[in-house]
């Protein structure tokens, strides 16, 4: 079966500041990940995906991701964080069919 | 290409009526897909389809639940009789194969109310 667990639900960061956001995942086999972000009462945007190769993935507005499979991990992270960021981030994991973590909120503080 | 289109919005209904969403995805996606989010939770998986044929549905999708795909293209998502835990957000996704390195793309979704 597959799953993810996102293991902080809320996290504040002062703007300017980096960013991790952690997932952890389980999948039987060689996984494909994602990173959504959603803004409030709106769909999802794919930030990253990993599907092979590079374990250091860029993706969209700045942020990136490392796949570490001895961790079973996905973690993002943002060297400087913009209040524009502020939303709710989804890690998820799959082929066709994606399992999502339950979120965390990113709120930035001025 | 103007991306994965929901329609409605946002939809209010009695609890006992019955309501339909559609999805309009990306042209050139063969696959499709309908998720369900709730308050504080990541999306679930309900169903989907590749082209016009629906290849699996999640125990979720309980037998009031009937989504079609007629032609391939746009898709439609019916719930008969609703009840208060229907209550979510309904989110369609399109794809083209992901073995191709593509993810999903996400509609902004249909807010159901049942009151």
């Known amino acids: 079966a597959q799953s993810v667990t996102q293991p902080d639900i809320h996290i504040t960061v002062s703007e300017g500041a980096s960013l991790e956001l952690r997932c952890n995942y389980s999948?039987?086999?060689?996984?494909?990940l994602f990173w959504y972000v959603q803004s409030p009462g709106q769909g999802l945007q794919l930030l990253l995906k990993?599907?092979?190769?590079?374990?250091l993935v860029q993706g969209i507005k700045g942020f990136e991701a490392e796949f570490k499979r001895s961790q079973s991990s996905f973690n993002l992270r943002k060297p400087s964080v913009h209040w524009s960021d502020a939303a709710e981030y989804f890690c998820?994991?799959?082929?066709?069919?994606?399992?999502f973590g339950a979120g965390t909120t990113v709120t930035v503080r001025a | 290409d103007t991306g994965v289109s929901q329609d409605p919005r946002h939809k209010i209904t009695k609890r006992g009526q019955n309501v339909t969403f559609r999805c309009d995805p990306i042209?050139?996606?063969?696959?499709l897909y309908w998720y369900r989010q709730t308050l504080g939770q990541g999306p679930e998986f309900l169903t989907y389809?590749?082209?016009?044929?629906?290849?699996?549905k999640s125990r979720l999708l309980s037998d009031r639940f009937s989504a079609e795909r007629p032609k391939g293209s746009f898709s439609t998502l019916e719930i008969q009789r609703t009840e208060q835990g229907d209550s979510a957000m309904y989110l369609c996704?399109?794809?083209?194969?992901?073995?191709?390195?593509?993810?999903?793309?996400f509609g902004s979704g249909t807010r159901l109310t049942v009151v």
């Open positions: 042209s050139e996606h063969n696959r």
């Open positions: 990993y599907f092979s190769g590079d374990t």
């Open positions: 996704a399109s794809s083209p194969r992901l073995e191709e390195g593509y993810g999903y793309t």
């Open positions: 999948y039987g086999a060689t996984p494909y």
């Open positions: 998820a994991v799959g082929d066709y069919k994606l399992s």
């Open positions: 389809f590749q082209n016009e044929a629906q290849l699996e």
